[in-house]
């Protein structure tokens, strides 16, 4: 028996690439154990003691395989048996074109799944520092939030600083406080979502000139205070809080989560100058979240200015928007095709401190971490999964494909796939590419593990 089958993977993180790790690993015979360091110490963000709780947006994006990458990367998880997509899958809300998820039930059957597993142990503690030398194979999924102790031990040992960027959370709206006298109900273009309905989303419009004294008032509301040493921390341009938004000029939010395509407001049979869109939060429906309206204002100007929106003149917030502090790697400087950390090979990384972006991009990194692993303990090798895959154009990205000088966090996107051959163009490119990746996922997937020599 070699070193690494003497011990136990150990797996840092609870959220859903660890959950998604330890699951993987423990579901090819492979004894896991899993530290959370919740309750014992919380975080800025986090609410509850639940293992893959949901901090930000409920959620999962496009889940159109066909035509998005984020939903090409779901279906490929299914495939590759995903505890994160099966529990998606089975909380899923009504969202149009969108997997968004019952937070609490989707949280409560992840945990359920951990919890039950024969294999994994679940440990509630806080690793302080860098893990003992005798765990030979772990996996530190500690995601945005890492304690101040293990990121200062991870930087250390990388011998540079961790990046770090602003995420920003969206406030949610009490269901009966609406007033849907000037709201309605349609999804945009009428596209149906996965439970087939076609009026998923609560749209509040707005004509020119409430749109004008919104962004105003978004503009000189008072916004939270960056300590010293935060000033320079960049935001993910993928999460811009809505009034750093309304700073880039007086049209950004109608062209981007203000903007009005596809919508009819049925007062009148005209699309609106402007609508804020609320999705679904919970399953009861009592719930509802303001669709990209992440913010750092201050919790007295955002109810002052979120009920300048029409039809939320009396809203009531179950959570008003919040902001915290996010940490990554430089991967492609740092780690290796197998996630490993180049300078302590015993020790890879998974989820959004590898510098993904987004709930199913952190857990797709968790599952390959996890076969990764796995294939470790087990004296095998695990081919990475083919650049042409989802899975693979991530991965691919972010042990090398990034330019390490200039590395940021990243969505999955078609523009990280290798082009197909000829000239292809619009729909019909992207759909090609997502049956091309299904067909190299499947013989990936069918591929058997070799022994490492």
Not at 221 to 248: D, N, Q
Not at 268 to 285: C, E, K, Y
Not at 304 to 319: G, H, Q, S
Not at 395 to 406: L, M, N, R
Request: with cysteine; glycine share 10%; charged share 25%.
């Amino acid at each position: 028996m070699t070193a690494s089958k003497q011990n136990e993977i150990h797996v840092i993180g609870g959220g859903l690439a660890g959950c998604e790790a330890a699951f993987q690993a423990a579901n090819v015979g492979v004894p896991v154990v899993l530290h959370e360091m919740r309750p014992k110490r919380m975080t800025e963000a986090h609410s509850t003691q639940g293992l893959a709780e949901l901090v930000c947006s409920n959620s999962f994006r496009s889940d159109d395989w066909e035509n998005n990458a984020v939903g090409l990367l779901h279906e490929e998880m299914r495939r590759a048996g995903s505890l994160i997509l099966s529990a998606g899958d089975a909380h899923k809300l009504p969202a149009g074109g969108a997997l968004a998820v019952d937070r609490e039930g989707f949280s409560a059957a992840v945990e359920k799944a951990i919890t039950e597993h024969p294999l994994i142990r679940i440990e509630r503690e806080e690793i302080t520092g860098l893990p003992p030398d005798d765990w030979a194979n772990v996996v530190i999924a500690t995601g945005p939030l890492t304690s101040p102790a293990l990121a200062e031990a991870i930087r250390a040992l990388s011998g540079e600083d961790s990046l770090a960027f602003f995420d920003a959370i969206a406030p949610i709206v009490e269901r009966d406080s609406i007033n849907m006298d000037i709201a309605w109900f349609q999804s945009r273009y009428d596209k149906k979502g996965p439970g087939g309905g076609d009026a998923d989303y609560i749209n509040c419009p707005m004509d020119e000139a409430q749109y004008h004294a919104f962004i105003t008032a978004l503009k000189t509301g008072e916004t939270t205070e960056f300590k010293e040493w935060e000033k320079s921390t960049p935001y993910f341009e993928g999460c811009l809080p809505i009034e750093v938004m309304a700073s880039r000029g007086e049209e950004t939010l109608r062209f981007g989560p203000m903007k009005p395509v596809g919508l009819s407001d049925p007062r009148t049979g005209r699309r609106p100058h402007a609508v804020v869109q609320l999705r679904q939060d919970n399953r009861l429906g009592t719930l509802w979240n303001m669709v990209g309206f992440q913010t750092k204002l201050k919790y007295g100007a955002q109810t002052d200015v979120f009920r300048m929106i029409p039809a939320l003149e009396n809203a009531r917030f179950a959570r008003l928007g919040g902001i915290h502090r996010n940490t990554f790697l430089n991967s492609p400087r740092l780690l290796d095709t197998e996630l490993r950390l180049k300078a302590r090979p015993s020790l890879r990384f998974a989820g959004q401190i590898t510098g993904v972006e987004g709930y199913v991009e952190s857990a797709a990194i968790g599952l390959l971490a996890g076969r990764f692993a796995a294939a470790e303990w087990r004296d095998e090798t695990a081919a990475p999964p083919p650049p042409t895959t989802a899975l693979g154009a991530l991965i691919a990205h972010i042990t090398g494909g990034a330019d390490e000088k200039s590395f940021q966090p990243m969505n999955v996107n078609f523009g990280l796939f290798p082009p197909l051959e000829g000239k292809v163009k619009g729909r019909d490119r992207k759909r090609l590419m997502a049956h091309r990746a299904i067909k190299d996922l499947e013989e990936w997937l069918g591929t058997p593990r070799a022994a490492a020599e």
